[in-house]
């Protein structure tokens, strides 16, 4: 271990580190935000860790906190203590900018018993808590081998169309409703400039907007279901999980999008237990988007 060289880095990471970083990071090779701190390991001219996290502001009044972006080794150098050593030697860095903890978020499996999970708490995190359960696979499997969703539909009052064609007047009586008659998280025009305005669906009761599925466009072939509501008097009679019905044929149809990611909030206590009963299947993979903290 004491051949391994650490260093802070400000302004931009080194080219050399392009293989360890994440690919949604690689942007810090040219710049490195100020809100960032990084550290770099390596051995000789061999880069063989980094360590990356931000700072950020909650509020007006409230306290500085340090989102943990990434802790990568490579593969040869691994349970060699290079990464609690990062880890270790990043904090100060934080308290010194103001931090008064470091947050980290993970993709794993229903149980919180991955690597990730053990290395964090062996760092003096706490115990990791679900935070998002994520549901992905092909759009055409759900429906055909989930037949019970498949058959999902709407009686005559009901009409839907897409978030493209919200007339002005709907548009507003949506918004003032933030907060009110849904909440700000399930907002539909959240991150507008991200929405698929084409493939995202308002339903209508007798011509009055009382929900909406949002989706995103992951990537060419996969579509991310965002966000799905309906007024809590329609919430008992799956008319969401209809919509969403309605939504993934008429992609179906195109067949462009094959690939589907559904998400759910941890704290919509009612849609997991659903979506758990209703969307479990071989061809459904689940993980869960866990979430921890530590003091600074």
């Known amino acids: 271990m004491n051949k391994i060289e650490v260093r802070s880095y400000r302004g ?13 990071l690689l942007p810090l090779v040219q710049e490195l935000p100020p809100s960032f701190a ?21 509020g007006p009044s409230a306290a500085k906190a340090a989102n ?26 934080l308290r010194e900018n103001g931090a008064a903890e470091i947050r980290a978020e993970y993709v794993g499996p229903a149980e919180p018993c991955a690597v990730e999970t053990a290395f964090l708490r062996s760092c003096g995190f706490t115990a990791s ?39 002005s007047g709907e548009r507003v009586a949506i918004t003032r409703g933030k907060g009110d008659w849904y909440p700000p998280i399930l907002d539909p025009f959240a ?16 011509d009055v907007p009382v929900g909406w599925i949002i989706l995103e466009r992951f990537d060419e072939r996969t579509v991310l279901f965002k966000s799905m509501f309906v007024r809590e008097k329609h919430q008992r009679l799956a008319r969401a999980i209809a919509l969403g019905a309605e939504a993934s044929r008429r992609i179906i149809a195109e067949g462009k999008l094959t690939e589907s990611i559904f998400f759910v909030e941890a704290d919509n206590e009612d849609m997991v237990r659903f979506m758990n009963r209703q969307i479990d299947h071989p061809s459904i993979h689940k993980e869960i988007l866990w979430r921890t903290v530590k003091a600074l």
């Open 12 to 24: 931009a990471l080194p080219q050399a580190y392009s293989a360890l970083i994440p690919k949604e």
């Open 68 to 93: 943990l972006r990434a802790v990568v080794i490579d593969a040869r150098y691994r349970r060699q203590g290079i990464g609690s050593r990062l880890l270790g030697m990043l904090e100060p860095l």
């Open 129 to 167: 808590t679900p935070a998002i359960h994520v549901w992905s696979g092909p759009l055409r499997k759900i429906l055909e081998d989930l037949p019970r969703i498949g058959r999902l539909s709407f009686p005559a009052d009901f009409s839907f169309g897409p978030l493209s064609g919200l007339s």
């Open 191 to 206: 991150e507008e400039e991200c929405i698929d305005p084409e493939h995202s669906l308002i339903l209508r009761y007798r």
């Open 38 to 58: 990084a550290l770099g390991a390596s051995l000789g001219d061999q880069p063989v860790g980094l360590v990356v996290a931000s700072v950020h502001t909650d």
